[in-house]
C-alpha cells in the first residue's frame, strides 16, 4: 500500500489540480520543513505538505480502494512522512515507527466504517475518505507522536468536526482536495489536542457525531488488545491498473472480453459502423454514469467512456484520460451507441459487483462478456512483481531510476530503517551519494 501510494503520488505531481494547489500552499511557507514529493526545491509546513502531497496521490483516481469503500492511504501516508521531517532529529523516527502508524490510521478508518451498513455499498453522499481518512490521519500522527490516551481521544474528537465533503464535487478537480483536506485536517486536529484543545469525547459513540455521516451507525466496542485482529488481515484492498473510479475496472475488463470477438484475421479492429449498441449492465451509481464526458476527471468517472476506450483501444492507460483522447471523433461516436442496465441483483458494492456487457452488430449478431472480478481486486491480488512495475512506471515520470530503485530497497524493508530520514530525502528526488549509500547498506 505505502509503494503504491509513493507511485501515483509522484505520478499526481504532474496534474493541473496539483499545480494549483501547491501554487496557493506556498502562501503557508514559515516554517518550510516538509517535502513535497519529487520536488527537491519546494518543502512546505507539515500541514501544507502533507495537504499536497494528499491531492497529489487522489488527482488522478490512481490510489488503493478498501471494503467497505474508502482510499485508505492517501490520507495518512502523506501524513507521516511530513511529521517526519517537522521533528526534532532526536530522537529519530525508524521504518517501524511509520509503519506501525501506517497502520493504526488505516484500522481506526476500517474500524468506524464496520459500525455502518451503508458504508458497505458505493458512497451515496458524502465522499469517505473526507470523513474516516481525516480520522486515520489524526489517528496515525497521535500514533506517530506518541500522545497519551487523553490526548488521542481529544485528536479524534477534534477530527470529527474537520470530516466530511458530499459527492457532487466527483469527477471535478476539487475530489482529489478530499484526500487533501483529511491528511491536513488530521494533522490540524492532532496538534490542537496537544495544545489542549477539548471536544466531545463521545462523539464517536453519538448519532448527532459521527453518525451524522452514515445511517444505520451503530458503533460497538473494539476487541481487546490480546484478541484484537488488524482489519487488513481480514480484508485486503484493491490495487488499480488505470486511473479511473474503482468500478470502472469491471467495465474494462468485460469490455476487454467483447473485444476479442470484434477484431478480424488480420488483427485490426471491426469498423465502428458495423456496431449497432453496447449494453452496460452495472450497478445503478450515479455519479460514474456520464454519457458524454468533457473532460478527465469526468471521463475517470465514467462507465461509458472506460468501457469504449478499451473497446476501441484495447487498453485503458493514464493517457487514455487526455483531452485529445476524450474527445475523438470515433470514440464520441462509439459513446452514442451505449446504453445502461442496472440488474436488480447488481448491488453497487465494490465486494459484490459485476459487469455484463453486450455488444450487438447490425447484422444482429451480439457478443455478451461477464466480469465478476478484475485483475487487482482483492479476490484477485496483483502480484509483488506487477505491483512493482506500476509503482516504476509512476515514479519514474518525476524521479531518476536510480532514486525509483531505491525507494523499492527502502519500502520492501521499511520495518529495518533505523532513520526515516533515508525515505524523506528520496521523496524529493534524486538521493545526494550519502544517503544512497545508506541505502545500499539495507
Known amino acids: 500500500m505505502i509503494l503504491d501510494t509513493l507511485g501515483v503520488g509522484f505520478l499526481g505531481t504532474s496534474t493541473e489540480v496539483f499545480h494549483k494547489v501547491s501554487q496557493y500552499s506556498k502562501i503557508y511557507n514559515s ?117 497519551s490516551l487523553t490526548k488521542c481521544r481529544e485528536a479524534l474528537a477534534i477530527a470529527v468536526s474537520y470530516a466530511g465533503a458530499p459527492l457532487a464535487n466527483a469527477a471535478t478537480q476539487t475530489k482529489p482536495l478530499h484526500v487533501g483536506n483529511a491528511a491536513r485536517h488530521g494533522i490540524e486536529a492532532t496538534f490542537l489536542a496537544m495544545l489542549g484543545l477539548q471536544a466531545n469525547k463521545k462523539i464517536l459513540d453519538l448519532e448527532r457525531g459521527f453518525g451524522a455521516f452514515y445511517a444505520n451507525y451503530s458503533p460497538k466496542a473494539l476487541p481487546s488488545l490480546d484478541s484484537h485482529v488488524w482489519l487488513l488481515e481480514q480484508q485486503d484492498v484493491a490495487f488499480k491498473r488505470f486511473p479511473a473510479h474503482l468500478s470502472t475496472h469491471w467495465v474494462a475488463d468485460a469490455a476487454a472480453a467483447v473485444r476479442r470477438h470484434l477484431v478480424l484475421s488480420d488483427g485490426a479492429l471491426l469498423p465502428i459502423d458495423c456496431i449497432e449498441s453496447i449494453v452496460l449492465r452495472i450497478p445503478d451509481v450515479q455519479y460514474v454514469n456520464r454519457p458524454f464526458p468533457d473532460s478527465e476527471h469526468e471521463a475517470r468517472h465514467s462507465f461509458q467512456y472506460v468501457a469504449c476506450a478499451m473497446l476501441l483501444d484495447g487498453g485503458v492507460t493514464v493517457p487514455s484520460f487526455y483531452k485529445h483522447q476524450i474527445g475523438r471523433p470515433q470514440l464520441r461516436e462509439l459513446l452514442r451507441k451505449v446504453r445502461l442496465e442496472h440488474p436488480p441483483d447488481n448491488l453497487p458494492s465494490f465486494n459484490t459487483l459485476y459487469c ?87
Not at 451503508?118 to 480520522?135: C, N, Q, W, Y
Not at 509503482?391 to 526515516?420: G, I, P, Q, W
Open 31 to 147: 516554517n518550510p520543513s516538509s517535502t513535497v514529493w519529487g520536488r527537491s526545491d519546494f518543502r512546505l509546513p507539515p500541514t501544507y505538505a502533507a495537504f499536497v502531497n494528499g491531492v497529489a496521490i487522489h488527482s488522478m483516481d490512481f490510489d488503493d480502494t478498501w471494503h467497505p469503500a474508502t482510499h485508505p492511504s492517501g490520507a495518512v501516508l502523506p501524513v507521516l512522512t511530513a511529521l517526519a521531517e517537522a521533528l526534532p532529529e532526536s530522537p529519530k523516527f525508524s521504518g517501524l515507527d511509520l509503519l506501525l502508524a501506517f497502520n493504526v490510521g488505516i484500522e481506526v478508518q476500517g474500524r468506524l466504517l464496520q459500525f455502518s451498513k451503508e458504508a458497505r455499498d458505493i458512497p451515496k453522499r458524502f465522499h469517505p475518505p473526507s470523513v474516516v481518512g481525516t480520522l486515520g490521519s489524526a489517528a496515525a500522527a497521535s500514533k506517530f507522536l506518541g500522545l
Open 356 to 442: 455484463q456487457i453486450s455488444v450487438t452488430l447490425k447484422d444482429g449478431t451480439t457478443f455478451t462478456e461477464r466480469s465478476d472480478t478484475f485483475y487487482g481486486h482483492w479476490r484477485k491480488p496483483l502480484s509483488q512483481k506487477d505491483l512493482q512495475e506500476k509503482f516504476k512506471a509512476n515514479a519514474s515520470r518525476m524521479l531518476s531510476c536510480h532514486t525509483v530503485a531505491s525507494l523499492l530497497k527502502v519500502v520492501e524493508k521499511l520495518e529495518e530503517l533505523e532513520d526515516c530520514s533515508v525515505l524523506t530525502t528520496l521523496l524529493r528526488g534524486p538521493s545526494p551519494p550519502e544517503e544512497a549509500s545508506k541505502v545500499r547498506s539495507l
